[in-house]
């Protein structure tokens, strides 16, 4: 049985990073046809509809009224704002770059979480968080010469908010969220911040092509929902949270592969600064505790670590 436990959480977190992976490569094809605010609200709607449905098959409960500045925060940090400059990244940005940007989003939960959480950062740690932005610096190298054009930038802001997401995330956990409820509530108030875009997103869906209204929605049912739900079902089963948060290293590699799939040629800094990227994160998740953790803190920086998309 425990064989077949571990089989099925393998399958789910392996199926939530290749969703999330594909989304860099999807969201460039959506950006040839609609605005960047287009895509986030028609992309979450469809991911509420999804959701709504599964909350109401879950009869998962809602927040508690107390709580709902939290889930605000989440859902403004997460997906609403996120999402914008996610997608504002994504006009100008290769997929692979654009997933190495945003990669750097667990060592800077590592150093948000030192300023909001008191938590100690050993050097190990520090030297990691050097490493993880000499490898941004990196990748903003071109022929030579040191360029943060306007795209990285927005993506570089997008790895920014997503620390800042995780950290209240780890708050929710603390207030006996589960990771489902936190996912689901967030994604309906970030939907609801980009509502005000939908009466101009209508007529760009009306006028696209059948080739990229399935973009559309496939991005809201797979990314943006399907894929938290595999995850939600990956931590299920999972004796300890890295046994599923390691295959977030997974993601930036597979977002390489595909954006050669379609075309996409990364320049060599590229490569150089990825791999120190990925190097800083995988240093920041494997490395051992600074201080003993409770099984509900180990829980909560498990599902911190999870990419969101």
């Known amino acids: 049985m425990e064989k077949n436990g571990a089989f099925f959480r393998n399958i789910f977190a392996l199926t939530s990073i290749v969703m999330w992976a594909s989304n860099f490569v999807f969201t460039r094809i959506a950006v040839r046809h609609f605005l960047p605010v287009a895509i986030g609200v028609l992309r979450y709607s469809v991911a509420s509809v999804v959701l709504i449905s599964y909350v109401m098959l879950k009869r998962v409960k809602p927040p508690n009224l107390c709580h709902l500045g939290w889930f605000v925060l989440s859902g403004t940090c997460g997906f609403g704002l996120y999402m914008t400059l996610f997608n504002l990244g ?34 190990v740690k520090w030297l990691a968080f050097l490493i993880a932005f000499i490898g941004v610096a990196v990748i903003c190298l071109r022929d030579g010469d040191f360029r943060l054009d306007l795209g990285m930038a927005y993506l570089l802001l997008c790895g920014m908010l997503m620390g800042l997401y995780n950290i209240i995330v780890k708050k929710l956990l603390q ?16 939907t609801a911040l980009l509502l005000p875009f939908l009466p101009d997103a209508v007529p760009q869906l009306v006028l696209a092509p059948v080739n990229q209204i399935l973009v559309i929605v496939y991005m809201g049912v797979f990314p943006a929902s399907g894929a938290f739900l595999f995850w939600a079902f990956a931590l299920s089963k999972a004796e300890k949270m890295s046994e599923v948060t390691n295959f977030m290293f997974l993601s930036p590699v597979l977002a390489f592969l595909m954006g050669w799939g379609v075309g996409e040629e990364p320049p060599l800094s590229a490569f150089i600064g990825g791999a120190l990227v990925m190097a800083g994160g995988i240093i920041v998740n494997l490395s051992k505790p600074d201080r003993p953790s409770s099984p509900a803190k180990e829980e909560a920086e498990g599902y911190i670590n999870s990419p969101s998309l």
């Open 90 to 123: 994504m006009q100008t940005v290769t997929a692979s770059v654009a997933s190495l940007l945003i990669s750097t989003s667990p060592v800077i939960t590592a150093i948000l979480a030192l300023l909001f959480f008191k938590e100690k950062m050993g050097f």
């Open 175 to 190: 207030l006996d969220y589960e990771p489902l409820q936190i996912t689901a509530y967030s994604i309906f108030v970030g």
